[in-house]
Protein backbone atom coordinates (compact mmCIF):
# COMPACT_ATOMS: atom_id res chain seq x y z
CA UNK A 1 0.00 0.00 0.00
CA UNK A 2 1.17 2.97 -1.06
CA UNK A 3 1.91 6.46 0.85
CA UNK A 4 -0.81 8.07 -0.81
CA UNK A 5 -3.31 5.61 -0.33
CA UNK A 6 -2.18 4.88 3.17
CA UNK A 7 -2.93 8.74 3.45
CA UNK A 8 -6.23 8.86 1.35
CA UNK A 9 -7.10 6.01 3.82
CA UNK A 10 -7.05 8.16 7.09
CA UNK A 11 -8.40 11.49 5.43
CA UNK A 12 -11.66 9.25 4.51
CA UNK A 13 -11.58 7.84 8.14
CA UNK A 14 -11.43 11.31 9.57
CA UNK A 15 -14.28 12.78 7.73
CA UNK A 16 -16.34 9.82 8.79
CA UNK A 17 -15.70 10.72 12.00
CA UNK A 18 -16.42 13.87 11.73
CA UNK A 19 -19.88 13.36 10.20
CA UNK A 20 -20.72 10.96 13.15
CA UNK A 21 -20.06 13.66 15.35
CA UNK A 22 -21.66 16.33 14.03
CA UNK A 23 -24.24 13.95 12.63
CA UNK A 24 -25.00 16.17 9.37
CA UNK A 25 -23.12 18.91 7.58
CA UNK A 26 -22.23 20.82 4.59
CA UNK A 27 -19.14 21.02 2.87
CA UNK A 28 -18.10 24.39 4.52
CA UNK A 29 -18.22 22.60 8.24
CA UNK A 30 -16.79 19.50 7.46
CA UNK A 31 -13.63 21.78 5.81
CA UNK A 32 -13.94 23.74 8.98
CA UNK A 33 -13.87 20.23 11.14
CA UNK A 34 -11.20 18.49 8.92
CA UNK A 35 -8.75 20.89 7.38
CA UNK A 36 -9.33 19.15 3.95
CA UNK A 37 -9.20 21.26 1.43
CA UNK A 38 -12.48 21.34 -0.41
CA UNK A 39 -11.70 19.24 -3.63
CA UNK A 40 -9.87 16.81 -1.51
CA UNK A 41 -12.87 16.21 0.90
CA UNK A 42 -15.44 16.67 -1.68
CA UNK A 43 -13.40 13.53 -3.97
CA UNK A 44 -13.62 12.02 -0.54
CA UNK A 45 -17.30 12.41 -0.04
CA UNK A 46 -18.01 11.51 -3.28
CA UNK A 47 -15.94 8.29 -2.90
CA UNK A 48 -17.74 6.99 0.89
CA UNK A 49 -21.14 7.96 -0.90
CA UNK A 50 -20.38 5.77 -3.54
CA UNK A 51 -19.15 2.56 -1.16
CA UNK A 52 -22.83 3.75 0.57
CA UNK A 53 -21.11 4.54 3.81
CA UNK A 54 -21.85 8.24 4.02
CA UNK A 55 -24.74 10.15 1.83
CA UNK A 56 -25.95 13.17 1.23
CA UNK A 57 -29.47 14.10 1.39
CA UNK A 58 -31.62 15.87 -1.68
CA UNK A 59 -34.07 17.45 0.90
CA UNK A 60 -31.33 20.00 2.48
CA UNK A 61 -27.85 19.40 1.06
CA UNK A 62 -26.10 17.93 3.93
CA UNK A 63 -23.69 14.78 4.40
CA UNK A 64 -24.59 12.02 6.80
CA UNK A 65 -22.97 9.00 7.67
CA UNK A 66 -25.05 5.76 6.72
CA UNK A 67 -23.59 3.85 9.62
CA UNK A 68 -21.61 4.37 12.61
CA UNK A 69 -18.03 3.81 13.60
CA UNK A 70 -18.16 2.36 16.96
CA UNK A 71 -15.11 0.66 18.96
CA UNK A 72 -15.39 -2.99 19.67
CA UNK A 73 -16.40 -4.24 23.18
CA UNK A 74 -13.15 -5.87 22.78
CA UNK A 75 -11.02 -3.14 21.98
CA UNK A 76 -12.37 0.78 23.02
CA UNK A 77 -10.15 3.50 22.63
CA UNK A 78 -9.48 2.95 26.56
CA UNK A 79 -7.98 -0.31 25.98
CA UNK A 80 -5.89 0.45 23.04
CA UNK A 81 -4.27 3.09 25.30
CA UNK A 82 -3.59 0.38 28.11
CA UNK A 83 -2.47 -2.00 26.13
CA UNK A 84 -0.12 0.37 24.84
CA UNK A 85 1.23 1.32 28.58
CA UNK A 86 1.15 -2.63 28.88
CA UNK A 87 2.97 -4.35 26.30
CA UNK A 88 6.99 -3.27 26.74
CA UNK A 89 6.33 -4.41 30.64
CA UNK A 90 4.83 -7.59 29.31
CA UNK A 91 7.21 -8.39 26.82
CA UNK A 92 9.83 -7.44 29.72
CA UNK A 93 8.60 -9.50 31.96
CA UNK A 94 8.52 -12.51 29.05
CA UNK A 95 12.12 -12.42 28.85
CA UNK A 96 12.70 -12.13 32.14
CA UNK A 97 10.41 -15.33 32.94
CA UNK A 98 10.53 -17.05 29.77
CA UNK A 99 6.58 -17.99 30.63
CA UNK A 100 3.95 -16.13 28.98
CA UNK A 101 1.50 -13.67 30.28
CA UNK A 102 -2.06 -12.53 29.79
CA UNK A 103 -3.68 -9.05 30.65
CA UNK A 104 -7.24 -9.42 31.33
CA UNK A 105 -9.79 -6.50 32.37
CA UNK A 106 -13.08 -6.66 34.09
CA UNK A 107 -16.26 -6.62 31.43
CA UNK A 108 -19.43 -7.49 33.50
CA UNK A 109 -19.49 -10.22 35.26
CA UNK A 110 -16.56 -11.85 33.35
CA UNK A 111 -12.77 -10.96 32.75
CA UNK A 112 -12.05 -10.53 28.86
CA UNK A 113 -8.11 -11.26 27.56
CA UNK A 114 -7.10 -7.89 26.19
CA UNK A 115 -3.72 -9.15 25.35
CA UNK A 116 -0.67 -11.80 25.82
CA UNK A 117 2.76 -12.80 25.04
CA UNK A 118 2.00 -16.28 24.89
CA UNK A 119 2.87 -16.06 20.94
CA UNK A 120 5.92 -14.38 21.44
CA UNK A 121 7.10 -17.15 24.33
CA UNK A 122 6.97 -19.97 21.59
CA UNK A 123 6.33 -22.53 24.22
CA UNK A 124 3.74 -25.12 23.27
CA UNK A 125 1.05 -23.40 25.65
CA UNK A 126 -2.62 -23.07 24.73
CA UNK A 127 -3.11 -19.56 22.94
CA UNK A 128 -6.63 -18.04 23.66
CA UNK A 129 -8.54 -15.77 21.18
CA UNK A 130 -7.80 -11.97 22.24
CA UNK A 131 -11.39 -11.09 23.40
CA UNK A 132 -11.57 -14.49 25.57
CA UNK A 133 -13.88 -14.05 28.09
CA UNK A 134 -12.32 -15.46 31.10
CA UNK A 135 -14.77 -16.99 34.26
CA UNK A 136 -14.59 -13.78 36.78
CA UNK A 137 -14.68 -16.10 39.71
CA UNK A 138 -12.24 -19.49 38.81
CA UNK A 139 -9.50 -18.04 37.01
CA UNK A 140 -6.37 -15.77 38.65
CA UNK A 141 -6.87 -12.68 37.25
CA UNK A 142 -10.61 -12.57 38.00
CA UNK A 143 -9.45 -13.46 41.60
CA UNK A 144 -6.50 -11.06 41.41
CA UNK A 145 -8.85 -7.95 40.20
CA UNK A 146 -11.39 -8.92 42.84
CA UNK A 147 -8.91 -9.08 45.53
CA UNK A 148 -7.88 -5.48 44.86
CA UNK A 149 -11.85 -4.16 44.51
CA UNK A 150 -13.80 -2.38 46.76
CA UNK A 151 -16.05 -4.16 49.01
CA UNK A 152 -18.87 -2.46 47.33
CA UNK A 153 -17.99 -3.59 44.02
CA UNK A 154 -17.30 -7.34 45.30
CA UNK A 155 -21.37 -6.92 46.30
CA UNK A 156 -22.42 -5.91 43.14
CA UNK A 157 -21.08 -8.53 41.80
CA UNK A 158 -22.42 -10.81 44.18
CA UNK A 159 -25.80 -9.55 42.95
CA UNK A 160 -25.37 -9.78 39.51
CA UNK A 161 -23.67 -13.53 39.73
CA UNK A 162 -25.87 -14.80 42.51
CA UNK A 163 -29.22 -16.19 40.58
CA UNK A 164 -27.28 -17.25 37.63
CA UNK A 165 -24.93 -19.64 39.92
CA UNK A 166 -28.32 -20.47 42.30
CA UNK A 167 -27.18 -19.13 45.24
CA UNK A 168 -27.94 -16.56 48.08
CA UNK A 169 -26.46 -13.13 47.36
CA UNK A 170 -25.39 -12.58 50.75
CA UNK A 171 -23.56 -16.01 50.57
CA UNK A 172 -21.48 -15.28 47.62
CA UNK A 173 -20.77 -11.96 49.06
CA UNK A 174 -19.35 -13.69 52.33
CA UNK A 175 -17.13 -16.06 50.05
CA UNK A 176 -15.80 -13.32 47.66
CA UNK A 177 -14.91 -11.20 50.57
CA UNK A 178 -12.97 -14.50 52.02
CA UNK A 179 -11.07 -15.15 48.86
CA UNK A 180 -10.18 -11.15 48.29
CA UNK A 181 -8.83 -11.46 52.08
CA UNK A 182 -6.54 -14.74 51.50
CA UNK A 183 -5.33 -13.28 47.76
CA UNK A 184 -3.86 -9.75 49.70
CA UNK A 185 -2.73 -12.03 52.38
CA UNK A 186 -0.97 -14.48 50.37
CA UNK A 187 0.42 -11.74 47.85
CA UNK A 188 -1.06 -13.09 44.30
CA UNK A 189 -4.17 -15.02 43.32
CA UNK A 190 -4.26 -18.32 41.69
CA UNK A 191 -6.80 -20.19 39.66
CA UNK A 192 -9.57 -22.31 41.47
CA UNK A 193 -9.08 -25.79 42.20
CA UNK A 194 -11.03 -27.98 39.35
CA UNK A 195 -11.04 -24.77 37.11
CA UNK A 196 -9.74 -25.94 33.83
CA UNK A 197 -9.54 -22.45 31.52
CA UNK A 198 -13.00 -22.76 30.82
CA UNK A 199 -16.74 -22.85 31.23
CA UNK A 200 -16.89 -26.58 31.23
CA UNK A 201 -16.18 -29.01 34.16
CA UNK A 202 -12.42 -29.51 34.07
CA UNK A 203 -13.35 -33.26 33.16
CA UNK A 204 -14.53 -31.77 29.70
CA UNK A 205 -12.22 -29.01 29.35
CA UNK A 206 -8.39 -28.84 30.68
CA UNK A 207 -5.80 -26.13 28.73
CA UNK A 208 -3.42 -27.87 31.21
CA UNK A 209 -2.07 -24.32 32.69
CA UNK A 210 -1.33 -23.26 36.03
CA UNK A 211 -1.25 -19.08 37.05
CA UNK A 212 -0.48 -16.84 39.43
CA UNK A 213 -1.99 -13.20 38.84
CA UNK A 214 -1.80 -9.70 40.77
CA UNK A 215 -3.89 -7.15 40.10
CA UNK A 216 -3.41 -3.76 38.08
CA UNK A 217 -4.12 -0.47 39.84
CA UNK A 218 -3.87 2.84 38.53
CA UNK A 219 -2.02 5.44 39.90
CA UNK A 220 -4.92 7.51 40.44
CA UNK A 221 -7.90 5.64 39.48
CA UNK A 222 -9.35 2.21 39.55
CA UNK A 223 -8.30 -1.31 39.13
CA UNK A 224 -7.81 -1.64 35.64
CA UNK A 225 -7.71 -5.19 35.50
CA UNK A 226 -4.91 -7.88 36.43
CA UNK A 227 -1.70 -9.30 34.88
CA UNK A 228 -0.68 -12.73 35.71
CA UNK A 229 1.94 -15.39 34.80
CA UNK A 230 1.23 -18.61 32.80
CA UNK A 231 2.92 -22.11 33.16
CA UNK A 232 2.35 -26.14 32.07
CA UNK A 233 0.82 -27.38 35.36
CA UNK A 234 2.65 -30.56 34.98
CA UNK A 235 5.31 -28.47 35.74
CA UNK A 236 4.16 -28.27 39.42
CA UNK A 237 5.79 -24.84 39.13
CA UNK A 238 4.06 -22.63 41.41
CA UNK A 239 6.01 -22.33 44.09
CA UNK A 240 9.70 -21.85 42.39
CA UNK A 241 7.55 -19.29 40.18
CA UNK A 242 6.02 -17.49 43.00
CA UNK A 243 9.44 -17.44 44.88
CA UNK A 244 11.65 -16.13 41.64
CA UNK A 245 9.53 -14.27 40.00
CA UNK A 246 6.32 -12.70 42.05
CA UNK A 247 8.28 -9.30 42.71
CA UNK A 248 8.77 -9.44 39.05
CA UNK A 249 5.07 -9.33 38.46
CA UNK A 250 4.09 -7.26 40.98
CA UNK A 251 6.54 -4.90 39.69
CA UNK A 252 5.58 -5.09 35.76
CA UNK A 253 1.35 -4.43 37.38
CA UNK A 254 2.49 -1.39 39.15
CA UNK A 255 4.40 -0.26 35.96
CA UNK A 256 1.45 -0.76 34.06
CA UNK A 257 -1.26 1.19 36.68
CA UNK A 258 1.39 4.53 36.95
CA UNK A 259 1.57 4.47 33.23
CA UNK A 260 -1.97 4.47 32.54
CA UNK A 261 -2.74 6.67 35.31
CA UNK A 262 -0.23 9.28 34.22
CA UNK A 263 -1.80 9.17 30.29
CA UNK A 264 -5.06 9.76 30.18
CA UNK A 265 -9.00 8.33 30.70
CA UNK A 266 -9.17 4.85 32.60
CA UNK A 267 -10.36 1.37 31.53
CA UNK A 268 -14.14 1.59 31.11
CA UNK A 269 -16.14 1.04 34.21
CA UNK A 270 -18.27 -2.16 34.18
Known amino acids: MGEDTVRSVA ?4 VMKALQRLGRAGLAE ?5 GLPKPTLLRLLQTLEAE ?18 TPSRVLQPAHQRLVAHALPALEALRREVVWPSDLAVPDGSAMRLLETTRRASGLAVQRDQIGHRIDLLRSAVGRAYLSACSEATRAALARRLARPLGRPAAELAADLEASAAETRRRG ?12 APIEEHDDL ?26 FDARDAIVRRHLPQLLATAAAIGEAAGRRGPQVPAT
Open 52 to 69: RVAWRAQGDGLWRPAFEL
Open 188 to 199: YAERAPGFGGGD
Open 30 to 34: LQRET
Open 11 to 14: RALA
Open 209 to 234: LAAIAVPIVAARGPVLGAVNIVWLKR
